[in-house]
Each structure stands twice: as C-alpha cells, then as structure tokens.
C-alpha cells in the first residue's frame, strides 16, 4: 500500500510529481487507517503561501482532529473541493480522488528531498 512512485514525510503525508510544476499532496493510506472514518477536511486557499513542516490544515474523524503538515515551501495553486461534500474519498482513495492540494514548490529539490518508499515503509513498520 506504499507506491513507489511519490515521495513521503514522517508525518504521513505524500508528494506526486518531481517539482519542476505543481505537485499533488495527500495523506498515505497508513494516516487514513490510523484516523478511522474521515469526516471532515479544512484545506488552505488556493494562492496561500506554505512553509515545509507548518501547518497546512486539518483533518477531522470519527476519533480525533489531526493536523497536516506542509511536505514542501510553494503556493498552494488547486485544492481538493470535491472533499468539501465527500471527506470519505480519502479513506476509499488516499492516492487518488482523496488528494488534499496541489502546492507549487519554491525549490523543486525539496521534493527529491522527500522519503521514497522504501525508507516511509521502514518508518511505518519501525
């Protein structure tokens, strides 16, 4: 339930694409479990400035209110608006239509600078 194709932070949080553009921002199928039922979502506006590790929101479930964390510095440039009405689609799809935001890096580097699959899935089983 890891891809190998994106890159992950200790938080539970995923990063698609290389940032040469825009990269999608999630929260790993690992996170959703761990929340139970998702209930409710809180995302910046499109335009917001994020500095890596400050928080980007907050996700609400049946047991608790989670924080999430910015992966990367950017601009937030799309959210997720479809999770506004359906917060479950990031229980039933977090690598998909359960995607949070889109985030314009301010140094592409930063998300080569992520965790890979192999290292998320040593911190998740440690």
């Given at each position: 339930?890891?891809?190998?194709?994106?890159?992950?932070?200790?938080?539970?949080?995923?990063?698609?694409?290389?940032?040469?553009?825009?990269?999608?921002?999630?929260?790993?199928?690992?996170?959703?479990?761990a929340l139970?039922?998702?209930?409710?979502?809180?995302?910046?506006?499109?335009?917001?400035?994020?500095?890596?590790?400050?928080?980007?929101?907050?996700?609400?479930s049946t047991?608790?209110?989670?924080?999430?964390?910015?992966?990367?510095?950017?601009?937030?440039?799309?959210?997720?608006?479809?999770?506004?009405?359906?917060?479950?689609?990031?229980?039933?799809?977090?690598?998909?239509?359960?995607?949070?935001?889109?985030?314009?890096?301010?140094?592409?580097?930063?998300?080569?600078?992520?965790?890979?699959?192999?290292?998320?899935?040593?911190?998740?089983?440690?």
């Open positions: 339930m890891i891809p190998e194709d994106l890159r992950y932070t200790a938080e539970h949080e995923w990063v698609s694409g290389d940032g040469t553009g825009p990269v999608r921002v999630g929260i790993t199928h690992f996170a959703q479990d139970g039922d998702i209930v409710y979502v809180q995302l910046p506006d499109e335009g917001t400035a994020v500095q890596a590790g400050d928080n980007l929101g907050e996700i609400e047991k608790s209110v989670s924080e999430i964390y910015a992966p990367i510095s950017g601009t937030v440039v799309a959210r997720n608006a479809t999770l506004s009405d359906e917060p479950e689609l990031i229980n039933a799809e977090p690598y998909a239509a359960g995607w949070l935001v889109e985030i314009t890096p301010d140094d592409p580097a930063s998300v080569a600078a992520l965790l890979d699959a192999d290292a998320y899935q040593a911190l998740t089983e440690g």
